[in-house]
């Protein structure tokens, strides 16, 4: 069976008083309609359709990150859901399928719980929930499982609003079907808009059939303020650490561990306290990040270990056994098997063959205040500490910088490379100097002395005279 997602994005968030449209608030590192997109693409679906309307220019571009294959709809009036999806399905007319209405702004749709809905026979199908609080979500009238109709909070009577069934905005549904009820939609109701909620009357009127499918209510959470979503950042968190330990994770102290949506670690990967995750990271089995580390965007391999205090960023790889220690930033570079850089470096825009030692304080030029140039190491070489590299530069298998030399050009294989100053030894200078430095801070002192007798001198007369 044919399915195609239809992804509403259009409303503004009024509520979460900000700028930016808000399905692109970020939870766990990604934008809310990338949660949406993801439970979606579990389904498998044909086409996908995001409705864009309030910041659509960058709705659409985001989504067209998160999707590059989803299709763009755009609702440029906010006329209700029915009506988004309507425009959706202008773009549908020759889908035959079932069609899924997801919110951009409802980030934890189990995948189980929509391959539920889309496995139900009914004609409509709705995914439904008990609340704690049923507060103004819609209400599902219903008989057991059989679905009568929906009636909005604002539209409900007493009797109907005591119904804690709710609606989580969630439909499936036949394509031309669809297409058929909601052009029957009207917006003669409370709120003066096109509610989706109305086509499971419209379908029973005509004897179809429609189906309650019911889900936990914490996967229908939609967000709508910061506290949501500061409380949704929570939950996901909640459930990522002890998923990571349920597949084998070690974590010192899971609480502080911040993972992102699609953070992947292999079993046995041991994790320090206060560690975060940005998006995209991999970690392969058996790899040790310590605290206090900041990933994303890179690749760790079997045996690695990371940190304490290092940041890895985008574009980073780390073949087996590289060990990356405090104070080191790494960023769109390959480090190949058993490479070092143990203390205080930043490898920006680097290559670096296996088992090179990088040295205390390295680092690659790689920005000349215009353009990024790479820098080339290769294996077995040893480069000194406090080595500045400034790309374009390479430097051969085996060979070796000094300490404190500046690298401006290439390295040949097994060499050796200096570039510092040469070094110039004075005799008996030094003490000179300092009797010379020390007379100074001894007329320097006598004037402090001077100074502060002189101003306490003022004060007692001061004194004196209020007395
Ligand atoms: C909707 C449902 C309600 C359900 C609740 C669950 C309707 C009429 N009501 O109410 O039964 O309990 O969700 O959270 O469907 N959107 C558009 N274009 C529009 C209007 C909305 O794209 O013209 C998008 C919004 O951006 C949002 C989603 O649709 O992602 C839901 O809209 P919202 O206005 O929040 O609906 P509710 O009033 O909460
Ligand atoms: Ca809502």
Not at 64 to 70: F, M, N, S, V
Not at 166 to 172: A, E, K, L, M, R
Request: some cysteine; aromatic content about 4%; proline content about 3%.
């Amino acid at each position: 069976m044919a399915i195609a997602l239809i992804v509403l994005a259009a409303g503004q968030g009024t509520r979460m008083n900000s700028d930016l449209p808000k399905v692109l608030h970020r939870l766990a590192g990604a934008p809310l309609l990338a949660h949406a997109l993801a439970a979606g693409r579990r389904l498998d679906p044909e086409r996908v359709v995001v409705v864009v309307g309030h910041g659509a220019d960058l709705v659409e571009k985001a989504a067209r990150k998160i999707e590059p294959e989803a299709e763009i709809a755009l609702q440029a009036e906010q006329l209700g859901t029915g009506h988004a999806v309507a425009q959706a399905l202008a773009q549908l007319a020759t889908f035959e399928g079932k069609v899924v209405v997801l919110y951009g702004d409802t980030p934890f749709i189990a995948p189980e719980t929509l391959e539920r809905l889309v496995e139900n026979p009914a004609d409509v199908v709705v995914l439904g929930f008990e609340a704690a609080d049923p507060g103004r979500y819609g209400r599902l009238i219903a008989t057991g499982d059989r679905l009568e109709r929906i009636v909005e909070f604002k539209d409900a009577t007493a009797e109907e609003r005591a119904i804690t069934l709710c609606n989580s905005g969630v439909i499936c549904c036949d394509a031309g079907l669809l297409a058929a009820l909601v052009r029957e939609l009207s917006n003669d109701n409370a709120a003066g808009e096109y509610y989706l909620t109305d086509i499971v009357g419209l379908a029973r009127a005509k004897g179809h059939l429609a189906e309650v499918v019911r889900c936990d209510e914490a996967e229908t959470l939609g967000i709508n303020t910061r506290a949501e979503l500061a409380a949704a950042e929570a939950a996901f968190q909640a459930r990522a650490r002890a998923e990571a330990l349920d597949n084998g994770v070690t974590m010192v102290d899971p609480s502080t561990v911040y993972f992102a949506l699609n953070t992947c670690i292999g079993r046995d990967v041991v994790l320090g306290p206060n560690v975060v995750f940005g998006p995209d990271v991999t970690i392969e089995s058996g790899a040790t990040i310590e605290a206090f580390c900041h990933l994303e965007d890179c690749h760790i391999s079997r045996g690695a270990s990371v940190g304490p205090f290092a940041r890895l960023r985008g574009g980073t790889e780390l073949a087996e056994d590289v060990h990356i220690g405090n104070f080191v930033e790494v960023k769109n570079s390959i480090l190949g098997e058993g490479v070092k850089a143990g203390h205080l470096t930043y490898l920006g825009d680097a290559d670096v063959g296996e088992f090179t030692n990088i040295g205390a304080g390295t680092i690659t030029c790689n920005y000349d205040g215009v353009f990024k140039h790479r820098t080339t190491i290769g294996a077995n070489v040893f480069i000194g500490s406090d080595t500045m590299l400034v790309a374009p530069v390479t430097v051969g298998d085996g060979a070796l910088t000094g300490s404190g030399s500046t690298i401006t050009e290439d390295v040949p294989p097994g060499a050796v490379a200096l570039g510092r100053a040469k070094q110039v030894v004075k005799p008996g200078l030094a003490v000179k100097l300092f009797e010379m430095l020390r007379a100074k801070k001894g007329r320097a002192e006598e004037r402090r002395v001077n100074v502060r007798d002189h101003w306490r001198s003022g004060q007692s007369r001061g004194c004196a005279a209020a007395g």
